[in-house]
């Protein structure tokens, strides 16, 4: 007798949807075929889309050291509310940041008592700690996190050049990729600067102070240094399409390099900035409709490898001061497979099977947690339930603070249950985990 049996759902495979029954034993999927026999649980998925599990490369869950701003009991709560079981931790906003294996193992400590979605970590690249990412990696981290511009916290500076060029060699030697946060220092900072020393601070100058330009000229000096070292590469949170179209050209010349944007590059424009305030400001900003159109244009034709939310909440005070000085971050983490089925494959024809690849499948295999992302036998079995047609409106979410763009908003894609390893960690709007997660390491 198999443990679980998923019955009649339209499952959401990389070959197409295909209406079939799903056994899970010891957390794997065991079986897929048209009619499987007895289990000890049933799951009946009549009418509902099962899809793999959200795999959500881009987090700061901040956890140990700012757990006031959000922690992964929070955090992967609200995840897997949105349909989520496994989630990738960027080095800041914890403190200490994970920028070596000693602090690699305490947050994997922290986490694996916290979190009830699987986790993997990325570690950091930073100025100094070169000879550090070796260890980093052994320990199973999936990659190493650098920011081209200050990341908003003293603790973890930005990477110079130089920085860049010797960590993307000893990245390379590793086998593991460097993701960049990429716009432009010296275009950023000097016009941050003459912002908060003028008069004008209103949301449009604030966005103006961090043009396309800074992230086009960032992102190919990135994949210029990736060419050089032949280092992995991956661009986050790619916010204009001209950025997207800099590292595709040098994806053409045979850079290996992944793009990444967010659901709020794809659901919002500058108008809606200046409508919902603070809660929809972060870096790279939210640009005008036809940057979004481009990267709609970009996500169903391929070019965009992988959607994350970049989930990076702050506390309500931290968000106030007005525009200019407010935290730069989104809480999205619970949205991020709702507006893809509302602005995606509702509203713009997006097949099932490419939701599944850039928010699960893509993002497993680009950072090697092989066992991630695909429902497929032999793969783990985190699947997340959904009701494609039934509207749900985001009226609270579970992460530790309320504010998000996404308040108030109406989806077509309720998530009705999220399993993580064969165990239904999140049912008609309650969550019912009782184990916690694991650390998931890069298999290199
Ligand atoms: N430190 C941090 O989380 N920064 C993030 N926030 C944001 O808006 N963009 C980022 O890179
Ligand atoms: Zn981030």
Redesign the pocket.
């Known amino acids: 007798m198999h443990d679980v049996v998923i019955r009649g759902g339209l499952l959401v495979t990389p070959d197409g949807v295909l209406q079939a029954d799903l056994t899970i034993e010891d957390g794997r999927i065991q079986a897929i075929a048209p009619e499987l026999g007895a289990s000890r649980e049933v799951i009946d998925a009549t009418g509902l889309h099962v899809f793999p599990g959200v795999v959500d490369a881009h987090v700061?869950f901040n956890e140990p050291g700012r757990t006031d701003w959000e922690g992964s009991g929070t955090g992967s709560r609200a995840l897997a509310a949105g349909g989520g079981t496994a989630f990738v931790d960027?080095p800041?906003?914890s403190t200490p940041c994970t920028v070596n294996a000693q602090e690699f193992a305490r947050k994997q400590t922290a986490l694996a008592a916290s979190s009830i979605t699987d986790f993997a970590l990325w570690g950091g690249l930073v100025p100094g700690n070169r000879d550090d990412l070796a260890a980093l990696a052994d320990a199973g981290a999936v990659g190493f996190k650098a920011f081209m511009a200050d990341?908003?916290?003293p603790e973890f500076p930005r990477a110079d050049d130089l920085t860049l060029f010797e960590g993307m060699t000893e990245a390379a030697r590793l086998g593991l990729p460097v993701a960049v946060?990429a716009e432009s220092q010296e275009i950023t900072a000097a016009l941050s600067a003459r912002l908060l020393s003028g008069d004008g601070c209103g949301v449009r100058d604030v966005l103006a102070s961090r043009p396309v330009i800074a992230e086009v000229e960032a992102i190919a000096r990135a994949t210029l240094l990736a060419s050089e070292t032949g280092a992995r590469l991956h661009i986050v949170?790619v916010s204009s399409g001209r950025g997207v179209a800099v590292a595709a050209e040098a994806r053409a010349r045979g850079v290996d390099v992944t793009i990444e944007t967010c659901p709020h590059y794809l659901c919002f424009t500058t108008e809606d900035v200046e409508r919902i305030g603070v809660a929809a400001k972060?870096?790279p900003p939210i640009r005008d409709a036809s940057e979004r159109d481009a990267l709609w244009r970009a996500v169903l034709d391929g070019t965009i490898d992988l959607i994350g939310s970049?989930h990076?909440p702050a506390p309500p005070e931290r968000k106030r001061g007005g525009f200019a000085r407010a935290w730069?971050?989104?809480a999205g983490v619970q949205a991020t497979l709702a507006v893809l089925l509302e602005c995606g494959h509702h509203a713009r024809g997006l097949p099932l099977t490419r939701v599944a690849s850039l928010l699960a499948s893509r993002p497993a295999a680009r950072f090697g947690l092989s066992r991630k992302g695909t429902v497929a036998v032999g793969m783990d079995a985190d699947l997340a339930l959904v009701a494609l047609h039934e509207t749900h409106v985001f009226d609270q979410f579970l992460h530790r603070h309320p504010m998000s763009p996404y308040l108030g908003m109406s989806c077509r894609g309720a998530v009705t249950l999220t399993i993580r390893r064969g165990e239904t960690i999140f049912a008609d709007g309650t969550i019912t985990a009782r184990t916690r997660g694991k650390l998931v390491t890069c298999t290199r």
Do not use: R, V
């Open positions: 700061h960027m800041l906003n990341s908003g916290l946060h949170h972060c870096a970049d990076s730069g971050g989104i």
